[in-house]
T-cell receptor
Framework: SQQGEEDPQALSIQEGENATMNCSYK?????LQWYRQNSGRGLVHLIL?????REKHSGRLRVTLDTSKKSSSLLITASRAADTASYFC??????????FGTGTRLKVLA | DAGVIQSPRHEVTEMGQEVTLRCKPI?????LFWYRQTMMRGLELLIY????????DSGMPEDRFSAKMPNASFSTLKIQPSEPRDSAVYFC?????????????FGDGTRLSIL
């Protein structure tokens, strides 16, 4: 298992703008997952991208994966106040022992 | 379907007291995880179970912490005796299947304050 490193640590944007956050990891993976945590709540799984995929969409979310650079990005389009949360990436290597990093704290201003 | 259910949502107690946190995983999920989240250390995996059997408890901080899963629908995390540094939010999560690509479903946590 390995920990992903999210960047930036914090991000503030206006409602309607796009938000991009990045994740880097160190060793090869089978997949990478993104989770969201709203204040006072548990983590919620957003999307999983496999190592043989380069891009994946889910609603307003777009995830890319570049295995050569060992990095992923999460794009949230047309952000809303409800997107205010912390976002975590989890590089997966076939084990259930996920290691969560410190996340990106996104604040969407109305 | 009901998600992962944790109780209590908040617990305030004095140091030295025994604390028991409870978790009901999603029905049919074979894996159950206990995490602790603090500002300083982030989200840490304490222990996880597969089919009610503890698989990895290397994250359990001290012998004061213990976890059990007597059946597929219930798990407890116990701290005895509790200390102020145990104050944190404790999450339970569950997942299905053996492949390491299944999402973990989290409860909303128990916010524990030890005075």
């Amino acid at each position: 298992s390995q920990q992903g490193e999210e960047d930036p640590q914090a991000l503030s944007i206006q409602e309607g703008e796009n938000a991009t956050m990045n994740c880097s990891y160190k060793t090869s993976i089978n997949n990478l997952q993104w989770y969201r945590q709203n204040s006072g709540r548990g983590l919620v799984h957003l999307i999983l991208i496999r190592s043989n995929e380069r891009e994946k969409h889910s609603g307003r979310l777009r995830v890319t994966l570049d295995t050569s650079k060992k990095s992923s990005s999460l794009l949230i389009t047309a952000s809303r106040a409800a997107d205010t949360a912390s976002y975590f990436c989890v590089p997966g290597g076939g084990t259930y022992k996920y290691i969560f990093g410190t996340g990106t704290r996104l604040k969407v201003l109305a | 379907d009901a998600g992962v259910i944790q109780s209590p949502r908040h617990e305030v107690t004095e140091m030295g007291q025994e604390v028991t946190l409870r978790c009901k995983p999603i029905s049919g999920h074979d894996y159950l995880f206990w995490y602790r989240q603090t500002m300083m250390r982030g989200l840490e995996l304490l222990i996880y179970f597969n089919n009610n059997v503890p698989i990895d408890d290397s994250g359990m901080p001290e012998d004061r912490f213990s976890a059990k899963m007597p059946n597929a629908s219930f798990s407890t995390l116990k701290i005895q005796p509790s200390e102020p540094r145990d104050s944190a939010v404790y999450f339970c999560a569950s997942s299905s299947r053996m492949t390491g690509d299944q999402p973990q479903h989290f409860g909303d946590g128990t916010r524990l304050s030890i005075l």
